[in-house]
């Protein structure tokens, strides 16, 4: 590791106009070349830690700064931001975002042009990166109509073009499916290989990228709680699982075998080497039938058989050109938690689109309590099923959440009293009736979130559709969020049907899980019965969560593990041949 | 962009040049008040699309929208135009001889609610044969500080965005049981509200992140010294089409302010 670059010096920050510092009294120094990961919940300071490398805080932001920011001893507050983007160049969380020119050339462009380099030297730039990120065949394509993934790989090449000594990547995968993500963890792996480079990347999934850094800082509350080599950082994984991180599941494992006096595996956050780790520690012969008899103790989700929504034949195209269903048959059952998985481009918006009416099929036919959808409206198939869309800000427009929350009844005509008894219920089961008479746009993305929710359940539809709830959220969000839905789908008895890219969110959530690919149904099952088929699920670049695929790789095939506590119960069975060797 | 407008002649212009032909055609637009001679310049915008490899789906998709504000161009012109002396009424719209209903009435509701398509057109195609970057390069050109143009050029890519954004928050709407298909004119800007908030919101939201980004990627090291990496400049065909078009604007000028032709009744009064 090279000499020391970047220091912060007893940081403080506090954005204009709020009380607690977003950064407390924060002391970090980072080598030449070294690549780190931050992590943390958030809200925990990470994102603003990196802005002040780049001088956007506080020029941009305003608020007061204390302390020293350096890199390589010059002290940042004698520079403005367009220098500093020369010196940290940063990659942000939303592709579509910061795509902001005709081309994708143009976009690689950008930066070396605002820096005045001549014009070959630009077009060497372009050349150069271009090949980089393997983008060279859409060179002329607008980036608004690339995918999320290669959005992201244009503009983390627009930043590589401005040859910055320091790489900045905010959470740059938490807007991408996983093929988008392992397509822009892959560029990352290839920087981090270059040894000249320094890259510092905040993300909240570590399972896929910890393997590639050489530091781990955890923050917490504006300060850094953990800092050391990611393994080290890990043995603390229920300190961390408490200001919610969640460690990778392997290092879980490993951690609480550890802890039982099972066996003491070396840490590794590499999942080959965690499976040849384990492979290599358990006994020669399994003990099938005690395997077996653990297995049939695990849940089983509940079978449900009365349909609700029933789809034969569904074909859709968006335009008579491109068909993107291609007859597909299933149905969705009373009461059930069914999660819909698949890449973006799989259907499974489109498919749930004909669950409420927006799209009618253009060939086949879907019933939703035994009405065709084709001889309804949207708003008549409303009281039925209800859409809760990704992004709440797509739907709240009101000053005051009551009357956001009134707006979906009083579409359907009911009266003005049976509007406010259902309104005050939704408040108090969601315990937001404290919220009704502020701005909604005054509060958080979390509390705007529920209210979203709240204005479609005040609807009383009996099937709720959720997409995408956990994008762009840390685990502990998610887990909030999902377990909200999991309360109405016990507690309120509403049918469920989640889209997610989530599959340990998935596992752990659903009754049944179906897998999408290319506008066909791949796979369907509960949960248990989807993840053991590997090879289909890798066939549409999905993964089972990472300790199913740890203990089938390592040669437990059966039963299959979904999640830690499973994989904890199969694995205490065994007796392993390093036990007790370094405990 | 398709490959056949990227071939065309109109594409392969200048984009002042294009700049230059949109403003004439839109003064020759204002000029010509007939409605007659208003769908022969809609013939020839029409010609110019064609040729320019722009399908006639491709029109028909732009124009479907324009009929409701042709209906509405007409309806608010063709009552209160101003008749002629002594001209015959067909009837009045109200009791007690109020708004006459003439033929310079209902000309010029047609010549109005035409025209107006006609600009709409103009400058759809002008701005689809334009790649937005010559736009950029044309604004520099003529010395629009670089904050200006850049920030224009930008709002040109991000109308694809926010287009689909605001198609998500019509489906969200939509969800909710919202009726977007009254016919009364006042439910219907009153139910598209809860579509204009929340798209401003996302395009505020988006706004400021597409500040961040540009300057995260050094816009503001020093603008006005920037590189532009693509050049415009003016080729025999520009100077050509510049010419044929100021003397069409000279001709069309020329008769129209000075001998009061192109009114709205110049091909009604000549064949009645």
């Not at chain 1, 270059?194 to 781990?216: C, Y």
């Not at chain 1, 335009?319 to 481009?345: A, P, R």
């Not at chain 2, 065909?237 to 001709?251: K, P, S, Y």
Request: glycine share 8%; charged share 20%.
């Amino acid at each position: 590791m090279g000499n020391e670059l970047i220091r912060f010096d007893h940081v403080s920050y506090t954005y204009p106009g709020v009380d607690t510092p977003a950064v407390r009294d924060v002391s970090l120094s980072i080598n030449e070349g070294e690549i780190v990961l931050i992590t943390g919940p958030s809200g925990a300071g990470k994102t603003t830690l990196c802005s002040m490398l780049n001088r956007m805080i506080p020029e941009s932001y305003g608020g007061e700064v204390k302390g020293t920011v350096s890199i390589k001893g010059a002290d940042l507050s004698e520079y403005s931001v367009g220098q500093m983007a020369f010196i940290s160049g940063m990659l942000f969380q939303d592709p579509s975002g910061q795509l902001t020119c005709p081309t994708v050339g143009d976009e690689i462009a950008f930066g070396p042009e605002n820096r005045g380099l001549p014009v070959e030297e630009i077009n060497a730039l372009i050349d150069r990166y271009i090949g980089y990120v393997n983008m060279r065949h859409l060179i002329d394509r607008p980036p608004q109509a690339l995918s999320g993934g290669q959005q992201q790989s244009v503009a983390y090449a627009a930043v590589l073009a401005m040859e910055p000594e320091i790489y900045i990547l905010d959470e740059p995968t938490s807007n991408l499916d996983p093929l988008g993500s392992d397509l822009v963890f892959s560029l990352i792996k290839k920087v981090a290989g270059d040894k000249n480079k320094t890259a510092i990347i905040v993300e909240h999934k570590l399972e896929k990228i910890i393997d590639m850094v050489d530091r781990l800082v955890v923050m917490d509350k504006g300060r850094i709680v953990f800092d050391g080599k990611p393994e080290q950082v890990l043995t603390h994984y229920r300190e961390l699982m408490e200001i919610g991180v969640a460690a990778p599941q392997i290092i879980q494992v490993f951690n609480r075998l550890k802890d039982a006096g099972k066996a003491d595996l070396a840490l590794t956050t590499n999942l080959a080497k965690a499976v040849a780790e384990l492979s290599g520690a358990l006994p020669g012969k399994l003990p099938q039938e005690r395997l077996d008899t653990v297995g049939e103790g695990f849940p089983e989700p509940a079978r449900y058989e009365k349909p609700v929504i029933e789809v034969r034949g569904l074909r859709f195209g968006y335009n008579s050109e491109v068909e993107v269903l291609h007859g597909i048959d299933m149905d969705i059952y009373e009461g059930e938690f069914l999660s819909i998985v698949g890449q973006n481009g799989s259907g499974k918006t489109t498919i749930v689109k004909h669950f409420n009416g927006l799209l009618k099929p253009t060939g086949g036919s879907v019933k939703v309590f035994g009405t065709e959808t084709r001889d309804t409206t949207v708003a008549g198939l409303s009281q039925k099923v209800g859409y809760c869309f990704q992004n709440p800000d797509h739907q709240i427009f009101s000053s005051v959440v009551r009357d956001e929350i009134c707006y979906g009844p009083k579409n359907l005509g009911w009266p003005q009293e049976k509007i406010d008894k259902t309104v005050g219920e939704v408040g108090k089961m969601l315990h937001i009736d404290d919220l009704f008479d502020q701005n909604p746009y005054n509060l958080s993305k979390g509390q705007r979130q529920q209210i979203a929710v709240a204005a479609i359940l005040a609807m009383e539809p009996d099937v709720l559709i959720v997409d995408e709830p956990t994008t762009g959220q840390d685990p502990r969000q998610s887990h909030e969020m999902m377990d909200m839905v999991k309360w109405l789908n016990k507690e309120l008895h509403k049918t469920i049907v989640v889209i997610t890219h989530d599959m340990s969110i998935a596992a752990e959530y659903s009754d049944r899980i179906i897998v999408m690919h290319n506008g066909t149904v791949i796979a369907q099952g509960s949960p248990r019965d989807v993840f053991a088929q590997e090879k289909l699920l890798n066939s549409s670049n999905l993964e089972s969560p990472q300790v199913t695929r740890l203990l089938q790789q390592a040669g437990i095939t059966s039963p299959t593990a979904i999640n830690v506590e499973e994989a904890m119960q199969l694995l205490s069975e065994l007796t392993f041949e390093t036990a007790g060797v370094h405990a | 962009m398709n490959k056949a407008v990227e071939k065309s002649f109109l594409y392969s212009l200048d984009p002042r040049t294009k700049m230059l032909l949109l403003l004439i055609l839109i003064f020759v637009g204002v000029m010509v008040m007939d409605p007659f001679l208003t769908i022969v310049m809609m013939a020839g915008a029409y010609a110019m699309y064609r040729v320019s490899g722009i399908s006639h789906k491709e029109v028909k998709r732009i124009t479907k929208p324009l009929l409701l504000a042709f209906i509405l161009f007409f309806l608010l012109n063709f009552p209160f135009a101003t008749p002629l002396p002594n001209e015959q009424v067909f009837f009045y719209l109200l009791p007690n001889q109020t708004i006459p209903i003439t033929m310079t009435g209902i000309l010029t509701g047609f010549g109005n609610g035409l025209r107006f398509i006609l600009f709409i057109w103009i400058a759809d195609l002008i701005t689809t044969v334009t790649p937005t970057g010559d736009i950029v390069l044309a604004l520099n050109k003529a010395r629009i500080p670089p904050e200006a143009s850049i920030a224009i050029g930008i709002a040109f890519s991000y109308i694809p965005v926010l287009k689909k954004e605001i198609s998500t928050v019509i489906e969200a709407q939509k969800s909710r049981g919202a009726n977007f298909e009254s016919k009364n004119p006042y439910k219907k800007v009153k139910a598209y509200i809860p579509v204009i908030v929340p798209g401003l919101f996302i395009s505020i939201m988006k706004g400021r992140e597409i500040a961040r980004a540009i300057e995260a990627r050094g816009f503001t090291y020093d603008p006005v010294n920037r590189t532009y990496r693509n050049e415009i400049r003016f080729k025999g065909r520009d100077f050509a089409v510049i010419a044929i078009m100021l003397a069409a604007f000279a001709v069309v000028a020329y008769f129209s302010i000075g001998k009061g032709w192109f009114g709205t009744r110049f091909v009604y009064d000549l064949l009645a």
